[in-house]
């Protein structure tokens, strides 16, 4: 079980999250992602911060809390606030730990650091770690993934990085504990003592780290650290569309950042060729080539897909007619398609009287659109002016600026071949009736792809029932003519539906 805590209130032996979920065929491992806290020290208006720093999070960081957590090759700066930990950790887990310490020390890390001498007032109900029946391990995979070390100094972004070892560490996954560096800077010379008590410790470079899924600022001193030959490209791929935290977690006075071409020549002086079946360490996530090839190739972003493409609703909370949906679903079989396709007949018996009667159908959406994409084809740093020009939509009425700007700040998901969205249902639904033939939305897609042609909305929605309704008599019946002459006679007439066979029906 897993627990929130103030980063304030954490405590010597809580499991902190050091790394969120990895893409990976294999699972996740039990305990993975967490680590017991061995030190910690609190720091009160932090001097090492950079003063002339206009990073909010660096402005209000105070107090800064230092944890160095067992398996780490580094403590780790965190922000006050909210922590996962693991409430109940496997006994020889919490024994093994206990007895096998990373970091055996008894005095502060960094310059201010204080040991907290009683326990925060806003633990809550959290009482540490329990010991629970033992979990059974994993399958152990057929090896781990080849990896190298090299100074911490010569670390890039791109990385993976190794940032936690657990225990049993035979049952870890194939590339487990692993993960991308996104930004690196490094301190020198005096810039040391002002961030160390100890600056000796450093070794000559302290590298400051923002790693993937880890919630604070790793601190490297000049060792060795392990780095993986050659990542899963699946999960190189998501990593790097779901960027964790880009830049630093704090600015620190004195860093500096490595050119990335210096750091790629010093990394080619270590890193050794990959074994030739490295790749097949890790089986495809995805069920078709076309998903595969979307992730690995697709760009994320904004596009304008034809409203023809996208799929009906499946759940109009919001709307007025809602229950009159429900009720059109009743006459369908149940399931995510259905609900849908229930939608698109809804939709395509609505009057325009009574899409008026719906706030969401009450703008003017092909201006909205057109607002939108002038938006956002122009480049904010290369035109600022014609940027806040264009922001501005003085031309349009309060009401539509209000969602055109909501177009902006609240995009509409859709990933190319997705069955779904959740995100915009009703204004997708607005613009279908406005005869919007293309609509922004933004998600992953491969440049290029080809889309059905625009269709009339009511058109599409009654080719939609059907379709689908065509399609349920072939699975009752088998292919053949009687289907094609019904299916249409189903779409129009809800009662011929009920005499046949349904799943929910006993």
């Known amino acids: 079980m897993e627990g929130v805590c103030l980063a304030e209130a954490l405590q010597v032996g809580d499991y902190l999250t050091v790394a969120t979920d990895r893409m990976t065929p294999e699972g996740r491992r039990p305990g993975e992602g967490y680590a017991r806290i061995e030190w910690l020290e609190h720091i009160h208006a932090p001097s090492f911060l950079d003063p002339d720093s206009t990073d909010m999070y660096t402005n209000m960081a105070d107090p800064i809390v230092a944890v160095c957590c067992q398996g780490l090759p580094g403590p780790v700066l965190l922000r006050a606030g909210d922590q996962w930990v693991l409430t109940e950790v496997d006994p020889e887990r919490l024994a093994w730990d206990a007895e096998h310490p990373t970091w055996p020390t008894t005095k502060p890390v960094f310059i201010g650091g204080q040991v907290p001498q009683e326990v925060h007032w806003n633990r809550g109900d959290l009482a540490g770690p329990v010991g629970v029946t033992s979990k059974k391990a994993g399958t152990p995979p057929t090896r781990r993934a080849a990896s190298f070390t090299k100074p911490a100094s010569t670390l890039r972004i791109g990385d993976y990085l190794q940032t936690h070892l657990r225990f049993p560490s035979h ?215 014609r940027a806040s020009e264009l922001y501005a939509m003085d031309h349009l009425s309060p009401r539509d600026r209000e969602w055109a700007r ?11 071949g997705a069955t779904s969205f959740t995100n915009g249902q009703h204004r997708v639904c607005a613009m279908r009736q406005a005869a919007v033939a293309n609509v922004p939305v933004y998600g992953r897609h491969l440049p290029g792809q080809q889309h059905p042609d625009a269709r009339d909305a009511r058109e599409h929605a009654r080719t939609t029932v059907e379709k689908y309704w065509t399609e349920r008599l072939v699975d009752l019946w088998g292919p053949g003519p009687w289907p094609e002459r019904l299916g249409p006679f189903l779409a129009r007439y809800r009662i011929l539906r009920w005499p046949l066979p349904r799943p929910d029906r006993r």
Request: some cysteine.
């Open 406 to 416: 909501r177009m902006l700040s609240d995009h509409i998901w859709w990933d190319d």
């Open 171 to 385: 049952d870890m996954g194939t590339d487990e504990g692993y993960h991308r560096v996104e930004w690196t800077g490094h301190l020198t010379g005096n810039r040391i003592t002002g961030l160390l008590a100890d600056p000796a410790w450093a070794g000559g470079t302290v590298t400051l780290v923002s790693a993937h899924g880890m919630a604070g600022m790793l601190v490297l001193p000049e060792k060795d650290v392990r780095v993986l030959v050659q990542p899963n490209i699946e999960r190189v791929s998501s990593d790097e569309n779901e960027v964790w935290h880009d830049g630093p977690h704090f600015e620190l006075a004195g860093a500096v950042e490595p050119a990335p071409h210096v750091q790629d020549t010093k990394d080619a002086t270590h890193r050794p060729a990959a074994p030739e079946d490295e790749g097949a360490l890790y089986p495809t996530v995805f069920s078709t080539p076309e998903r595969r090839t979307l992730h690995l190739e697709g760009v994320t972003g904004v596009r304008t897909v034809p409203a023809a493409a996208l799929p009906w609703p499946h759940g109009l909370f919001k709307c007025q007619y809602a229950e009159r949906g429900k009720n059109i679903a009743r006459s369908y079989p149940g399931g995510r398609r259905a609900v849908q396709t229930a939608h698109a007949e809804l939709f395509a018996e609505l009057g325009d009287e009574e899409f008026a009667a719906c706030p969401y159908h009450q703008g003017d959406w092909p201006a909205i659109v057109e607002a939108v994409l002038a938006f956002a084809e122009v480049d904010e740093d290369e035109e600022p002016e």
